[in-house]
């Protein structure tokens, strides 16, 4: 029994979550991704398409493409992701509740060691541990928030998915909209530009939640994109020419 939370608390997912757990983190973290993913991959796309000397037509429509499934897969993503979440949730509230029943006194003293090491002891302790066990509704809450690191409440898994598709989508449009209105020789250092500047204040938003230096956080993604930019222009050439 002890394993299996153990599992749950240091697995990947739970680690992610704990830093996106609150509900105004989650849907920044959607704001952010959404934006980020939708830029980086359509960047990619028109760069390289650019570099392969092709018509705008043609780079549009497959930037438009590619914004388009991105988002729609991202969208989906997060509500599939997030309509799983609740699903566990609901599984590991149901074990607890067994196991509040058939072995009280093991989740009792699970009670105990998770205040003891908040550094909790003695006669308070006591008092802490009694007022939360003769409380169902507040026992329960409090393992499956103390312990296995679950939140308080959830948000919608079809809101959560609709603010990644938007996001994603307005990520994906920024690299394109150059194209909509000058040749791509002059559209693709504009593209890069703009898209730079989204990546940059994406990056800087994100340490609204992560709680790290601004600066350096819009400073690598920016970065990231310029990579992104790169290796598709280049691939695009080597391919346009051998064409």
Known sequence: MVSKKKKIAESPYRQQHVEYRTEKGKIIKNLVFGVQDGALTTLGVVTGITGAAVDNSLIVLA????????????????????????????????????EMEEVPEIERQEIVDI???????????????????????????????????FPEKFESPAKLGAIMFVTSLIGGIIPILPYLFMRAADALPLSIATTAAALFVTGASKTIVTKGNWLKG??????????????GYSIGSIFGVRA
């Open 115 to 149: 205040y003891k090491a908040k550094g909790f002891s003695g006669k308070l302790l006591d008092q802490i541990v009694r007022k939360i066990t003769s409380d169902k509704r507040l026992w329960l809450n409090t393992m499956l928030r103390e312990e296995l690191g």
């Open 63 to 98: 930037g438009g493409v590619s914004l388009i499934t991105e988002a729609i897969s991202m969208g989906m993503g997060e509500y599939i992701s997030s309509k799983s979440e609740i699903e566990v949730y609901n599984h590991e509230t149901e074990l607890e509740k067994k």
């Open 218 to 231: 819009g400073i690598e993604m920016m970065l990231i994109g310029m990579l992104i930019a790169f290796i």
